[in-house]
């Protein structure tokens, strides 16, 4: 979704400002622009389309100034075009301001503001917070956008420059991510610490209803209420190699390689074989209350929402505990009624989306207990829950989300069975478990070994335009999630279903123009899957088979077969999504989509 990046320093601001919006464009765009104050004047730059349009328009030009704001604009409020994108201004053009979120209320204020003499000139919400930060300044630009604030409703991170207030920029926030960068030479301020982490990796969370001015040497956060406030320095764990490319063409593939890695990281210090307990440090702080919980909810959205629904089938394998997986944008809606002692699993890479964030603050409010694993550090999930895991998975830039689904998995079955050993599952269970996660990461650099013949499977079924994904039990999420890779960057409609509600509908749609994917490894409703196969191979439909290593029984039944190695049934889903993720990968390569910014999406989804 929309990206901010802003500059105050000693430096020239314009290719700061470039390189950020470059950094964030794996977020989703349709447009960017940028505004830059050189003491006496501010002049802005937008365009339609990718940052390179901009570059274009931008070269040649002699742009000076040490202060500057810049956004990539992801349309809500208008159609993307060059007078809807930011930075946008008020009247006189001394304003300029950049916003993610939406202002609820802009009808209103929009109606009133041009009573009062306002000229719009674009269809944004964005336009309202120029025009009433032009009224409401009086030298003074942090107390303009604090009286500001208290006019507008929605949600907001956003950041202002003033003509006559040359020397500051002043940004807040309300619901939508804002973070400090301190540097060398200069404050940054973004949405997104890749913005900044080529300058900087010392940063400030800045956190709802908070307001902060940023000069070149200095920064100052205060409340709504003009409270001043003193926030730790937090150090980002990854740096600039993290967000290259690395030699891969796109980042899902460099992603998708990457999980053995993200996966050592996952369990890296919390297995403790001999004693078959893993060690999950961060949920100690709510341990004594934890253990004893019968009710967990796990709340998630996309590709995280399966993973939860993995995670469900986990749990109830390995413990005693009643779980629940839930939608973020549906549960935040319901009439909650929690058990006693319910504690809520918030499941997010970035820890910002704005549905899973509105979700665990209604649980709370009913009394729920509240955990999360998340990726992002310091993100508003992180801070907004009592305790929880980290990923450390390092930055997921692809839109389309796959180190984090394996390594979620890993997680929540490293929870599960924290869970688990302290209720009925034996000390050789633990064990057994342990040792099967420890071969993971191996095991999914068996199954990349076939990327080549994935490809070639890719190239094979690429043009066929409707697809069918089926799985049961763990491995339903699995074909859910790679229905959705597919959908996400090829474009191709396809569909996930649980193999035994075939027969309830999808069957019909089967002929020799329709692939299906079945993920079918050995386990205990393998004999079910295979009956499946048969009923699609009885009508003609052909059948790319994910099964376990051996299987020659399936050979003989389908089209195209992908190996997995064999592992526990529980954690089968983390090896089984991988050739999803290839096939989904190479098809798009073959449509020639845009891989790791599909058009429509964003990476992270801060508004509802
Ligand atoms: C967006 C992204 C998905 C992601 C989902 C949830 O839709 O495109 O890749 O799975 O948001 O994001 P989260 O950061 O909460 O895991």
Redesign the pocket.
Known sequence: MCGIVCYVGNKQAGPILLEGLRQLEYRGYDSAGLAIQDGNNIECYRSKGKIAALESRLEGLDIKGTVGIAHTRWATHGEPSEKNAHPHTNTDKNVFVIHNGIIENYYFLKKKLKKNGARFRSDTDTEILAHLIGFNYNGDLNDAVRKTMEQVEGTFGLAVIHKNSPDEIVIARRGSPLVIGIGEDGHFAASDVSAMVRYTNKVVHIQDNEIATLTMDNFSISTAQAKPINRKTETVEWGTEDTELDGFPHYMLKEIFEQPDTIKNAIRGRLEQGEGVPKLGGIMPVWDSLKESRHLVIV?????YYAGSVGKYVFEKLTEIDVQVELASEFRYRKLNFAPNTFIIA???????AD?LAAIREAKRKGARLLGIVNVVGSSISRETEAGVYNHAGPEIG???TK?FTSQLTILTLMALLLGRYQNLSLTEGVEAIRAIQSLPEQVREVLSQANRIEAIAEKYCRYNNWLFLGRKYNYPVAMEGALKLK?VSYIHAEGYPAGEMKHGPIALINPEMPTVAIVPKDDIYEKMISNISEIKARKGKVIAIVTEGDDKIKELADDVIEIPPTLQFLNPILTVIPCQLLAYYCAGFLNREIDKPRN?????TVE
């Open positions: 998630a959205c996309g590709t995280s499941l997010s890479q970035s820890g910002e989306t899973t839109v389309a989300s984090i996400e999406l964003a990476k992270s989804v």
